[in-house]
């Protein structure tokens, strides 16, 4: 006996669906919750927005009866969906354009971005499903990779960058780091803000795992530079700044604004001129000068690490032996 299909309009489960891009972008942050109707299936769905731009979808449900949905959306984000536990096929465009350009089937992971697209999608009955979403717009996806369009997949660059008439869809396979992932968002073991954290960091590493494997190995190990000379010069006076308090040194967010950078330029041009991250030459000059204060012989070691931005004794004690390879106590011994 052939199993009976309910048919529904996607606004009738989730409300106004079409208008997914403009619901990502708003300012607001919630949690919405929906449970399935009465007689189709028990089980929920949920949408969790996190920031303007970026949002996780979690199903977890199973069906009495086969679901046929329909629905259309405008401005649609990128969406990245693990686990599809159903048949998809979707449309591009409207009226006589219209034109199929995707279909998934269950078990694969996949990335889209369809900025007008219709079609439906096929739930099947007594099938247990657990599916996690995250919709993020093109323009936070791109603030994300700070401009790189090396660590970027071909077909998006021109969407990262605004154009919103361009489509992109490409299936995956689900890896077993983004299985484990998937299922610590299912089994998310935290309740009210922690609960948020805990997923938006989920959702970035799912993000992550997503483009890795999109990105061909030569070009996720490039690293051309991508500094200009005028970018260069603000990285050497940044270091200036720095090297000239370095009791009270502005935060990496603090020097970046002072320069005229971001904090990831700012941070990835002093690795290309100067080997480490800001934080890391800010150690290493500290304990420069905290050596010579010591080879002087006229402050202790607690003052010489409140001299050179230590508030914690202990802290310097351990930074002054991982570099050197000697307490400042030692040293001393050594130098009279």
């Given at each position: 006996?052939?199993?009976?299909t309910?048919i529904?309009?996607a606004?009738?489960?989730?409300?106004?669906?079409?208008?997914?891009?403009?619901?990502?972008?708003?300012?607001?942050?919630?949690?919405?919750?929906?449970?399935?109707p009465?007689?189709?299936?028990?089980?929920?769905?949920?949408?969790?927005?996190?920031?303007?731009?970026?949002?996780?979808?979690i199903?977890?449900?199973?069906?009495?009866?086969?679901?046929?949905?329909?629905f259309?959306?405008?401005?649609?984000?990128?969406?990245?969906?693990?686990?599809?536990?159903?048949?998809?096929?979707?449309?591009?465009?409207?009226?006589?354009?219209?034109?199929?350009?995707?279909?998934?089937?269950?078990?694969?992971?996949?990335?889209?971005?369809?900025?007008?697209?219709?079609?439906?999608?096929?739930?099947?009955?007594?099938?247990?499903?657990?599916?996690?979403?995250?919709?993020?717009?093109?323009?936070l996806?791109n603030?994300?990779?700070?401009?790189?369009?090396?660590?970027?997949?071909?077909?998006?660059?021109?969407?990262?960058?605004?154009?919103?008439?361009?489509?992109?869809?490409?299936?995956?396979?689900?890896?077993?780091?983004?299985?484990?992932?998937?299922?610590?968002?299912?089994?998310?073991?935290?309740?009210?803000?922690?609960?948020?954290?805990?997923?938006?960091?989920?959702?970035?590493?799912?993000?992550?795992?997503?483009?890795?494997?999109?990105?061909?190995?030569?070009a996720?190990?490039?690293?051309?530079?991508?500094?200009?000379?005028?970018?260069?010069?603000?990285?050497?006076?940044?270091?200036k700044?720095?090297?000239?308090?370095?009791?009270?040194?502005?935060?990496?967010?603090?020097?970046?604004r002072?320069v005229?950078?971001?904090?990831?330029?700012?941070?990835?041009?002093?690795?290309?001129?100067?080997?480490?991250?800001v934080?890391?030459?800010?150690?290493?000059i500290?304990?420069?000068?905290?050596?010579?204060?010591?080879?002087?012989?006229?402050?202790?070691?607690?003052?010489?690490?409140?001299?050179v931005?230590?508030?914690?004794?202990?802290?310097?004690?351990?930074?002054f032996?991982?570099?050197?390879?000697i307490?400042?106590?030692?040293?001393?011994?050594?130098?009279?």
């Open positions: 006996m052939q199993q009976e309910t529904i309009n606004d009738e489960l989730f409300g106004n669906f079409s208008d997914l891009g403009e619901f990502l972008n708003s300012e607001e942050s919630f949690e919405k919750y929906w449970g399935w009465d007689g189709i299936g028990n089980g929920f769905m949920s949408m969790i927005k996190f920031r303007p731009g970026l949002m996780l979808g199903w977890d449900y199973q069906l009495w009866e086969n679901l046929t949905v329909s259309e959306a405008k401005s649609s984000p990128f969406i990245i969906g693990f686990s599809v536990p159903v048949n998809v096929w979707s449309t591009l465009g409207y009226g006589q354009a219209k034109k199929d350009v995707l279909m998934f089937n269950s078990g694969q992971s996949f990335i889209s971005y369809l900025p007008e697209w219709q079609g439906i999608a096929e739930y099947p009955a007594r099938t247990p499903a657990h599916t996690v979403s995250i919709y993020i717009d093109p323009l996806l603030t994300f990779m700070d401009e790189q369009h090396d660590r970027i997949p071909t077909g998006m660059h021109d969407i990262v960058n605004g154009a919103n008439e361009k489509h992109y869809y490409h299936t995956l396979n689900t890896t077993p780091i983004v299985n484990m992932a998937i299922h610590q968002i299912l089994d998310c073991p935290y309740r009210g803000p922690l609960k948020r954290l805990y997923l938006e960091s989920k959702a970035l590493e799912l993000i992550t795992h997503i483009l890795a494997q999109l990105v061909s190995p030569e996720a190990l490039k690293n051309p530079s991508v500094l200009r000379p005028d970018d260069i010069e603000r990285i050497h006076h940044a270091r700044i720095i090297s000239h308090d370095l009791e009270n040194p502005p935060t990496l967010f603090q020097l970046a002072l005229g950078l971001t904090h990831t330029k700012l941070n990835r041009g002093f690795r290309e001129i100067y080997g480490t991250t934080f890391g030459y800010l150690r290493k500290r304990l420069e000068q905290a050596k010579l204060l010591l080879e002087k012989n006229s402050m202790n070691v607690t003052e010489v690490a409140l001299s931005g230590y508030n914690s004794l202990s802290s310097f004690i351990h930074a032996s991982d570099h050197f390879g307490t400042p106590t030692m040293y001393i011994k050594r130098t009279v």
